[in-house]
């Protein structure tokens, strides 16, 4: 952790008196407020910025703090953004997770889920997430990609326990659920690139459309 900037103590002095006060500064918050009020101001400028484009001071800027403050509270850069995408990711997760929560039955649960994972709104989240995995496989950190592994694990047991739940309560059977899962993710992952890169076009109605085709043709229905 960087050591406390001198910036920091003096520029709530050095504003003027009229000059708005970023509400971060106008009192002494605990480290884990000020850290979250930082990974919060990252998430929006990691969607329109990207991943790679994002530095310390755009970060300070967004959050209403100084440079010094970001550094004092991360050790990089790097390390606001990984967390700021953590925080977007398991939020989208979780909306997802919501989505299927509220179906009658597992077939149900995963048409849901798959309107939920393709709108016109949802670009902007694969864009996110396309970029937090290249800058991946440009970190050697091994932590790094640990943390996105164990995102992913989550990802497919979300995905394996709807299938799960449809195979218990006799709507559907399947042989090989695992393999199912790892289809799914797959496609899905796939679809949203040539989504982004409309290379060759693709709709949201299609991408859903190819994803409720595998559904049908792998979980047969009893």
């Not at 990089?76 to 979780?94: D, F, G, K, N, P």
């Not at 449809?166 to 992952?189: K, P, Q, S, W």
């Amino acid at each position: 952790m960087a050591p406390h900037h001198p910036e920091d103590v003096r520029m709530t002095a050095a504003r003027p008196p009229r000059r708005a006060v970023a509400a971060a500064e106008r009192t002494r918050q605990p480290t884990e407020v000020r850290r979250r009020l930082i990974v919060e101001a990252a998430v929006p400028l990691i969607a329109e910025r990207g991943y790679a484009s994002v530095g310390v001071r755009d970060v300070a800027a967004a959050a209403g703090v100084s440079v010094g403050t970001v550094t004092y509270h991360f050790g990089s850069v790097q390390e606001v953004l990984t967390e700021a995408m953590v925080l977007h990711i398991e939020r989208y997760y979780a909306a997802l997770s919501e989505a299927a929560e509220r179906a009658g039955d597992a077939a149900e649960a995963l048409r849901l889920l798959v309107d939920a994972l393709f709108t016109e709104d949802t670009d902007r989240h694969w864009r996110m997430w396309f970029d937090y995995w290249n800058a991946g496989d440009q970190d050697p950190d091994q932590g790094f990609t640990r943390g996105q592994a164990q995102r992913y694990g989550t990802w497919h047991q979300q995905i394996r326990s709807l299938a799960q739940w449809g195979v218990d309560e006799g709507e559907f059977t399947c042989d090989d659920l695992d393999g199912f899962t790892v289809r799914f993710a797959a496609l899905a992952d796939g679809l949203a690139l040539q989504r982004l890169r409309q290379s060759p076009p693709l709709t949201t109605q299609d991408a859903r459309r190819h994803l409720n085709r595998l559904i049908e043709t792998e979980l047969r229905l009893m």
